[in-house]
Each structure stands twice: as C-alpha cells, then as structure tokens.
C-alpha cells in the first residue's frame, strides 16, 4: 500500500495466521523483482526474488506472485510468528539498480 | 563469507567536521552501492559502483564523496554536512550489475549535530 507522511502501512496478524503483504510497482520495464525484511536498527535482509517470466515462487514459508498486467507483487508468509514482525519492502530492479517500494510493517502477536 | 560489515555502527558529527564510513565485503561481488534511509522510509539510492568504478551517482550532493579503493571496500567521506543528513547509512554489495540480489550490511547510524 501506499504511506501518507511519516506513517507505514501496518498489518498485525496473530501468530499462526498466514499473511499477505502487497506492492504494486510502476515500471513495466522491470524484470526482476524482490523482498527484504528490515528488523529495527538492521539493514534489509534478503527473503526472496522472482523473475519477470515467473508468476509464482515459493520458498520456506513464504510465497511471493507476480501480476504483470496488474503491476502487482505479493508476498505471503505462512503460519506468520513473532519473529517474522519487521519493515517488509518490495523492489524492482532495473539494469543497475533497484527502487524501493514504501514499506509495510508486520506486526505479529503471541 | 556472505556479510557486509559498516563501521562505525555510530557516528554523531558536528557540522565542521570531516569523517568516513566504511564498507567491506568479501564475497567477491563486483558492484558495492550506498544508500541513505530516513526513518519509516525505503532506502534510497546514492552511489553505485561497479568493478571499482562510479557507476551512478544519483545527484547526491557533494559534501558527500565516495571512494572504492579495491573491489573489497567503499568508502564514503563526510564533510560539511547539514542537520539533515542525519540517517541511517546502508552499503550493499552484489555480484554484478542488474537482476542481482543486493546484500546488505546492518548500517551506520549517523547523527549530525
């Protein structure tokens, strides 16, 4: 979703539930997309990547689609837990870079 | 060894003075990038270097200069810097340019008096 100001989209969850966390991006040109997790006082940390010719990719607990008509990335954790509350960040990479999407904070509770 | 390190962790500053953040990894990737994140906002791109040459420069302004003196380490040098330059400071390195995955150090945190 999209941030106003200094505020981040929040999604609190229980622990156990599945969560999905959504992007939509702007560049159609783009052909490789990506999550990172961002913990409080850390750098981002990989989670998982799709490419362009991809719609689906799943890795451990975490599932990430890709809508390509839409421009429409997801990211889905399974049987969220505590450990999984952090910034979750979308972006897509051009030739040499990558952009950033606003950021969604996940909260969890015991 | 599949880290970047920063140092320093941080960094307070006054605005006269002149200092340096650093950057290294030794996974053997060729491109190594700085980034500045503000606080709930994404990281934003500053400086991209590939096998030790500027790649990109996003506009960043000149009281902050960047170094890469070996495909190992980047350097970022301070000098002059406003109250509002006070951020968190990320490098990441990759194993080339585009498609790839960005790997990230845990950043500087830095405070500009």
């Known amino acids: 979703g999209e941030s106003v100001g200094l505020h981040l989209p929040t999604l609190s969850v229980q622990e156990g539930d599945n969560s999905i966390i959504n992007c939509a991006y702007s560049?159609?040109?783009?052909?490789?997309f990506i999550w990172y997790k961002q913990e409080s006082g850390k750098g981002p940390q990989f989670i998982i990547d799709i490419r362009s010719n991809m719609d689906k990719r799943q890795g451990q607990r975490v599932t990430v689609l890709l809508n390509k008509t839409v421009k429409h990335l997801s990211l889905q954790i399974a049987a969220t837990q505590p450990g999984d509350s952090a910034v979750y960040f979308c972006?897509?990479?051009?030739?040499?870079?990558?952009?950033f999407g606003k950021g969604t904070m996940l909260l969890v509770s015991p | 060894d599949t880290e970047v390190t920063q140092t320093p962790k941080h960094l307070v500053m006054g605005m006269t003075n002149k200092k340096s953040l650093k950057c290294e990894q030794h996974m053997g990737h060729r491109a190594m990038y700085w980034y500045k994140q503000k606080a709930k906002k994404p990281p934003e791109l500053m400086f991209v270097?590939?096998?030790?040459?500027?790649?990109i420069n996003e506009s960043v302004p000149s009281r902050f200069s960047p170094e890469c003196p070996n495909s190992s380490l980047l350097n970022l040098h301070l000098h002059a810097l406003q109250p509002e330059d006070s951020a968190l400071y990320l490098c990441?390195?990759?194993?080339?340019?585009?498609?790839?995955?960005?790997?990230f150090g845990p950043g500087t945190r830095l405070t500009v008096l």
């Open positions: 990441a390195s990759s194993r080339g340019l585009g498609g790839n995955e960005q790997f």
């Open positions: 560049n159609s040109a783009s052909d490789y």
């Open positions: 972006a897509q990479g051009g030739y040499s870079t990558l952009t």
């Open positions: 270097y590939s096998y030790e040459k500027l790649s």
